[in-house]
C-alpha cells in the first residue's frame, strides 16, 4: 500500500514565469502521457512584477512516477541552444558566449537601483546570453 501511494504523489518540477511558455510545456507533457498540471497561474498573470520573487512564477507539477519522464523531456525542450553541456550561438554557432546583463546595462542597472531604493520590484531583470563572436543576445 506504502508504495502505490508513493507513486501517486506530486513532486515539483519547475517554475515557469512566462504562463504561455507553462500550458506549451504542459500540453507537450501531457502529449507523451505524463500526468501533470500547473498551479499559481492566475497570481502570476495578475501580478506579472512579482514573478521574480521568492515563490512567484507558475509552477509544474507531476506525478512522481512520471518525475523521470518529465525531467528528460524538459532537458530536451530547454536546451536547445546547447552542445555537451556548452551554450551554443544560434546565429553564428560559436562557443564563445557570456552570460550577463545584455547590450541594455545601464536600462537594467536602473532598474534594479529604483527598485532597491522603493523597495518593491519595477520589471523582470533577467539574464541573457551574448556571444562574442557576432555580438547576438539570446
Given at each position: 500500500?506504502?508504495?502505490?501511494?508513493?507513486?501517486?504523489?506530486?513532486?515539483?518540477?519547475?517554475?515557469?514565469?512566462?504562463?504561455?511558455?507553462?500550458?506549451?510545456?504542459?500540453?507537450?507533457?501531457?502529449?507523451?502521457?505524463?500526468?501533470?498540471?500547473?498551479?499559481?497561474?492566475?497570481?502570476?498573470?495578475?501580478?506579472?512584477?512579482?514573478?521574480?520573487?521568492?515563490?512567484?512564477?507558475?509552477?509544474?507539477?507531476?506525478?512522481?512516477?512520471?518525475?523521470?519522464?518529465?525531467a528528460?523531456?524538459?532537458?530536451?525542450?530547454?536546451?536547445?541552444?546547447?552542445?555537451?553541456?556548452?551554450?551554443?550561438?544560434?546565429?553564428?554557432?560559436?562557443?564563445?558566449?557570456?552570460?550577463?546583463?545584455?547590450?541594455s546595462?545601464?536600462?537594467?542597472?536602473?532598474?534594479?537601483?529604483?527598485?532597491?531604493?522603493f523597495?518593491?520590484?519595477?520589471?523582470?531583470?533577467?539574464?541573457?546570453?551574448?556571444?562574442?563572436?557576432?555580438?547576438?543576445?539570446?
Amino acid at each position: 500500500m506504502g508504495s502505490s501511494k508513493a507513486k501517486n504523489e506530486t513532486v515539483f518540477v519547475t517554475t515557469f514565469y512566462n504562463n504561455i511558455e507553462a500550458n506549451i510545456v504542459k500540453g507537450r507533457l501531457e502529449s507523451e502521457g505524463v500526468s501533470c498540471f500547473l498551479t499559481n497561474e492566475n497570481f502570476s498573470t495578475l501580478m506579472p512584477h512579482l514573478n521574480y520573487l521568492a515563490g512567484g512564477g507558475t509552477h509544474l507539477f507531476v506525478l512522481q512516477s512520471d518525475f523521470q519522464l518529465a525531467a528528460s523531456i524538459l532537458n530536451e525542450i530547454e536546451t536547445p541552444n546547447k552542445v555537451a553541456d556548452r551554450v551554443v550561438c544560434p546565429q553564428c554557432q560559436s562557443l564563445d558566449v557570456t552570460l550577463g546583463l545584455g547590450k541594455s546595462k545601464f536600462k537594467k542597472l536602473t532598474i534594479i537601483l529604483l527598485s532597491a531604493i522603493f523597495g518593491m520590484q519595477f520589471s523582470n531583470i533577467k539574464l541573457s546570453y551574448n556571444c562574442r563572436n557576432c555580438k547576438n543576445e539570446f
